[in-house]
């Protein structure tokens, strides 16, 4: 193992001009190939910088990915890398990270120039994995046997296909939480770190692996208060941001420091990582043997004349902190990236488990859970939730059978081709089977089919109004189990009530994020907030109890408001 120092590289990117800016003046950010010039609040001085690369405000999301390419490529040698967007709040972080469907980002580009990574390969398996985490601040943070700073119950997710990342990251990020500010009607209210694994395994020599990550974080906006409006509860958001924000600067000047003075380890200044748990879990990226890139977002407004110059200093003082990468003898697996739990090597000449996902035959209370291939009889602990033997996990919905495939006649291509059929069919399965698919704005769940008991009265026979007051009882008594922390309890009546109201969107999605929360991919609020709480409105979004807005789920469906 030999060990490259390697500067964070740093970009910028002007994002276009939007209503929100107020007074923009052309001028006052100027663009020349790397370089880039900011005019201060009172137009009096003009700050240069020399930056890596720099984004102009008609830059395309393809481009901007284009830029980051090489960087992401680095993971498949086994080198561990870390893109981070910071900025202003509006200044376009989220969209340079995550996008949009229509315009996706760095995060949706990589996962799919990742897949084709693995389709091109020839003489080796690339197995890949993810975790995400939002709100860190509220995590346990440990120090691994690697010393690495790691959340010890992070679930890793395997994914097999583009469309599998695609429906578990989209519920995982939904949970992120975001709030309607004067900058930002989708203001990001916590930073978001996404982190893909890979595990590259060459065919004809198990023993030479290469293990590298791809940890992309989209960190909250900094924010003045006096321009974002901000209420009580919003402005305890932007102090824990800009806290963790100013940790990160320290952290960043003392590793200058140290660098200025030629200290290396512990003998320099102190780096005060510890000090917020963002550091902590960055501090791989700064001075640490991840590869960094640093995308700083600019929003072209006047008002953010004294943001955009602080942002452009952050950034020319990052991009003096050196790390130190460890660039891995091929037959070793690096010490800095442990492989995630979920992930086994692959050894091509053992007998596979393929964990298949498959509906039982009806009456069917399953979902068809998303297949994850594992070389061990043990199950991994996934996202997905932590009983995948087969049998019925406790919420009795998340039903698994193993099949057992003998491949020891196959050829690795074989098998990987064997896999690759039996993860689309499964997913085109769920995609054509509407009895039991429901869709979520882009997720596609399933919701559980609930088994008629004898006591059930036969829904058809109700009259609408009879269904919807079922309803309505049920989804009372639930808010209640729920309000006490008894979620199981609360889940099967909220389910029974959905046999009443079936089209009702509201219901379906709070059933599935609860059970999503159960499964350990949601963070789990124990309780239903308040009645004074859940009026809120729009403005409170996408935390699990949350959901439990009655007022919403009267809007698509006639349950009456306030009367469950
Ligand atoms: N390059 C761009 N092109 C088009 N629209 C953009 C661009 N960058 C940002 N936007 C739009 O500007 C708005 C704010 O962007 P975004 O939410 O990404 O900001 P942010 O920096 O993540 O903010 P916060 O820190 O408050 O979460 C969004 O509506 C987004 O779609």
Not at 205 to 234: F, H, M, Q, V, Y
Not at 292 to 309: H, N, Q, S, V
Not at 511 to 525: M, R, S, Y
């Amino acid at each position: 193992m030999t060990t490259i120092s390697k500067a964070i590289a740093c970009h910028v990117r002007l994002r276009p001009s939007h209503p929100n800016d107020g007074k923009t003046n052309p001028g006052s950010i100027k663009i020349s190939g790397n370089s880039i010039e900011a005019l201060n609040k009172e137009g009096d001085k003009r700050y240069h910088f020399d930056l890596d690369k720099c984004h102009g405000q008609t830059i395309s999301q393809e481009e901007v990915f284009d830029s980051v390419r090489s960087t992401i490529e680095q993971a498949y040698n086994g080198q561990n890398t870390t893109i981070f967007t910071y900025g202003v709040t509006g200044s376009g972080k989220t969209h340079t990270m995550q996008g949009s469907r229509e315009d996706p980002g760095i995060i949706p580009r990589t996962v799919q120039a990742i897949f084709r990574k693995r389709s091109a390969l020839r003489s080796s398996t690339l197995s890949i994995a993810f975790s995400y985490v939002s709100e860190p601040q509220k995590r346990d943070i440990r120090m691994s046997a690697e010393g690495l700073n790691i959340i010890p119950d992070l679930m890793v997710q395997p994914i097999n296909s583009v469309t599998e990342f695609e429906v578990i990251y989209d519920a995982a990020a939904k949970t992120r939480k975001t709030a309607s500010t004067k900058l930002n009607s989708t203001s990001s209210r916590s930073h978001a770190i996404l982190t893909l694994y890979l595990h590259i395994l060459e065919n004809n020599n198990p023993s030479k692996r290469k293990c590298g990550k791809i940890c992309l974080t989209d960190l909250a906006g900094s924010e003045n208060n006096n321009l974002t409006g901000n209420d009580k509860e919003r402005m305890r958001e932007s102090s824990a941001i800009n806290t963790s924000l100013t940790t990160l600067g320290k952290v960043v000047d003392a590793l200058n420091l140290n660098a200025e003075r030629g200290n290396r380890d512990s003998a320099g200044v102190f780096v005060p990582y510890r000090e917020s748990k963002l550091t902590r879990l960055l501090q791989d990226a700064l001075g640490g043997s991840s590869q960094g890139l640093l995308i700083c977002c600019l929003a072209p407004g006047e008002k953010f004349a004294r943001d955009t110059i602080n942002t452009l200093q952050f950034a020319k003082k990052s991009k003096s902190v050196e790390n130190r990468l460890l660039v891995a003898d091929n037959s070793q697996r690096r010490a800095s990236a442990p492989l995630p739990r979920a992930i086994k090597p692959i050894n091509a000449n053992a007998a596979f488990k393929v964990h298949v996902a498959s509906r039982q035959s009806a009456p069917t209370r399953g979902r068809t859970a998303l297949s994850s291939i594992s070389t061990n009889s043990r199950p991994a602990r996934t996202m997905m939730g932590r009983n995948q033997t087969g049998k019925e996990n406790d919420l009795g919905v998340l039903v698994k059978q193993e099949k057992i495939m003998d491949i020891k006649g196959l050829t690795d291509e074989q098998l990987n081709q064997r896999i690759q059929e039996i993860v689309s069919q499964e997913i085109e399965k769920e995609r054509n089977d509407p009895s039991i698919t429901i869709q979520l704005s882009n997720v596609v769940f399933e919701l559980p089919k609930i088994e008629k008991t004898r006591e059930d009265t036969d829904v058809d026979s109700l009259s609408a109004e009879e269904r919807e007051t079922r309803a309505r009882v049920l989804v009372s008594h639930a808010r209640k189990l729920h309000h006490r922390g008894d979620v199981q309890q609360a889940l099967s009546l909220y389910k029974k009530a959905y046999e009443y109201v079936p089209t009702n969107k509201k219901l379906s999605t709070r059933i599935t994020e609860i059970q999503l929360a159960l499964e350990g991919i949601l963070p789990q609020e124990p309780k239903v907030p308040q009645q004074k709480d859940r009026m809120m409105g729009s403005g409170m979004k996408r935390s699990f109890g949350h959901l439990d807005n009655l007022a919403d789920i009267s809007q698509e469906s006639p349950i009456k408001k306030g009367k469950c």
